[in-house]
């Protein structure tokens, strides 16, 4: 079973950046798509953006393009979630997750497993 950490969160004012991290161990990593979920107070936990296996493929939710980019480095097991232009709507518990399969690309939260304990990211003036 992988464990999985994420670091990096913090407070940040609208129009920052901040890059998130999620550090794998115990478990396969290099042939897995990893992704990044948010979750804000009283709502469900949503799908952010995820990464394929070998880091050629990528998709993000619509509300996030242009302004995230995740990527990964499988030499460190590690996956990385960078933020820019952080609007208060994304002020949320963020956490990363394994795919359940390998060599996948899921986008939905019953596609992963192994999930970290969290990093929050608020953006507040």
């Known amino acids: 079973q992988v464990q999985l950490v994420e670091s990096g969160g913090g407070v940040v004012q609208p129009g920052g950046s901040l890059r998130i991290s999620c550090a794998a161990s115990?478990?396969?990593?290099?042939?897995?798509?990893m992704g990044w979920f948010r979750q804000a107070p009283g709502l469900e936990r949503k799908f952010v953006a995820s990464i394929s296996w070998d880091s050629r493929r990528a998709t993000y939710v619509d509300s996030v393009k242009g302004r995230f980019t995740i990527s990964r480095d499988n030499a460190k097991s590690t996956v990385y979630l960078q933020m820019d232009n952080l609007k208060p709507e994304d002020t949320a518990l963020y956490y990363c997750s394994r795919e359940r399969w390998p060599n996948g690309l899921g986008t939905h939260a019953s596609q992963f497993a192994s999930w970290g304990q969290g990093t929050q990211v608020t953006v507040s003036s």
């Open positions: 115990g478990g396969t990593f290099s042939t897995y798509a």
